[in-house]
């Protein structure tokens, strides 16, 4: 089986078994995962994975056979801590939003992750990391396309750009100096945003 219906395959027998102590399990698991990511540990054991999570070995194999499949648990649940906001304005929703990923880029997570993929020594995380961002980077796009659509943000710029140039800035405090962006560094990104973004109905035609 290739590695996306490995993937696949994982999420389904998990979501079978949704609620209750199987829910519990699979939070356990994902939390110990992030645990060894944040310690900048991607080659961990199922044996320590077991142990960190409070689980059986036999539990993990059974639901997560594959080390890929225990990465995609904990990596799916860490890049989707940013909910989108749709505050149903442009400027709150990009000021909420760059809050929001000013505290996601400072995760010990975040930093360590950055750090792996940056080194270059495991190209297999380092793809699936991107993969699990994909999704992402999507709905986060939906918020400047709200804007445009609703008429508060100009459609000069892609969306992707757009998100781009805000969430940057933000990612780099952490990694260049090793702590959360301040409210006034958070507060310059979203102003130069909103005045690149700003609706100009004087150049209609």
């Known amino acids: 089986m290739d590695e996306q219906g490995r993937r696949a395959g994982a999420g389904t027998r998990v979501r079978t078994r949704a609620g209750g102590r199987s ?6 698991v994902g939390d110990a995962c992030l645990a060894f990511l944040a310690e900048g540990r991607v080659e961990f ?6 142990e960190r999570a409070g689980v059986s070995r036999k539990t993990i194999y059974r639901w997560w056979p594959t080390h890929t ?7 799916s649940r860490h890049v989707r801590q940013v909910a989108p906001p749709d505050t149903g304005r442009w400027d709150t929703d990009v000021r909420e939003f760059a809050h929001r990923i000013a505290a996601y880029a400072a995760d010990p ?17 380092e793809r699936l990391v991107l993969d699990q961002y994909t999704p992402v980077r999507e709905a986060w796009q939906q918020i400047v ?5 609703r008429g508060d943000a100009s459609s000069e710029h892609s969306p992707e750009g757009v998100v781009n140039v805000l969430v940057s800035p933000l990612f780099m405090a952490p990694m260049m100096m090793g702590r959360k ?25």
């Open 23 to 28: 829910e519990d399990v699979r939070r356990a």
């Open 45 to 50: 054991t199922t044996v320590e994975l077991a």
């Open 69 to 75: 499949d225990v990465l995609v648990e904990g990596l």
């Open 109 to 125: 997570v975040e930093v360590a992750t950055a750090a792996v993929m940056a080194s270059h020594r495991h190209p297999e995380f």
């Open 145 to 149: 396309e709200r804007a445009v659509r």
């Open 181 to 205: 962006a301040t409210d006034e560094e958070i507060e310059r990104t979203v102003a130069i945003v909103l005045a690149a973004t700003r609706p100009c109905p004087d150049t209609a035609t």
